[in-house]
T-cell receptor, first 110, second 112 residues
Framework: GENVEQHPSTLSVQEGDSAVIKCTYS??????FPWYKQELGKGPQLIID???NVGEKKDQRIAVTLNKTAKHFSLHITETQPEDSAVYFC?????????WGAGTKLIIKP | NAGVTQTPKFRVLKTGQSMTLLCAQD?????MYWYRQDPGMGLRLIHY???????AKGEVPDGYNVSRLKKQNFLLGLESAAPSQTSVYFC???????????FGSGTRLTVV
């Protein structure tokens, strides 16, 4: 079945710097890749997603890239701000079910 | 505000007790999911439903039961709680596929 690996598990960056979180998936049939942000005490919230027919998608300071050949996709956050501190989850859609990565705790240092 | 509402938010159970977690959504979504979240393990799917009156097992269904008698509600039951079921439980709903999930704010359950 599908397996999604997410790295790193914890990422600490200086405020204003960029952050990159990477995920790899195993099933080439996966065709939808969302990213979720979970703030402390809340449920995950969709922040950006990408479909397999697109290589890159941007939304202000957030971007996602997809390399279908290598089976990996990445979340890029530029000009990080304190409110970016959270846990981020990637996922891959396989047979109408999302398979989730284990999460990355992003820490923004002042 | 439209969204997913979970009740209760917190609960402490004794081993062997039973309880039901309620998830309600007002977005007319067909698909609903129950996840548990444990430290370092991300989200694991317990059960899901693709429509009113239907349910199916996810990755970790043992010890749980679910019902979807009404489209807007998805109930998760623990018949005989065990300490291993201490976790944070999240409900999510999904509209047109593939589409983003809308999550509730979670239920923190402790079994002692």
């Amino acid at each position: 079945g599908e397996n999604v690996e997410q790295h790193p598990s914890t990422l600490s960056v200086q405020e204003g710097d960029s952050a990159v979180i990477k995920c790899t998936y195993s099933d080439s049939a996966s065709n939808y890749f969302p990213w979720y942000k979970q703030e402390l005490g809340k449920g995950p919230q969709l922040i950006i997603d990408i479909r397999s027919n697109v290589g890159e998608k941007k939304d202000q300071r957030i971007a996602v890239t997809l390399n279908k050949t290598a089976k990996h996709f990445s979340l890029h956050i530029t000009e990080t701000q304190p409110e970016d501190s959270a846990v981020y989850f990637c996922a891959a859609l396989r047979y109408y079910q999302l398979i989730w990565g284990a999460g990355t705790k992003l820490i923004i240092k002042p | 505000n439209a969204g997913v509402t979970q009740t209760p938010k917190f609960r402490v159970l004794k081993t062997g007790q039973s309880m039901t977690l309620l998830c309600a959504q007002d977005m007319n979504h067909e698909y609903m999911y129950w996840y548990r979240q444990d430290p370092g393990m991300g989200l694991r799917l317990i059960h899901y439903s693709v429509g009113e009156g239907t349910t199916a097992k996810g990755e970790v269904p043992d010890g749980y039961n679910v019902s979807r008698l009404k489209k807007q509600n998805f109930l998760l039951g623990l018949e005989s709680a065990a300490p291993s079921q201490t976790s944070v439980y999240f409900c999510a709903s999904e509209g047109d596929r593939p589409y983003g999930y809308t999550f509730g704010s979670g239920t923190r359950l402790t079994v002692v």
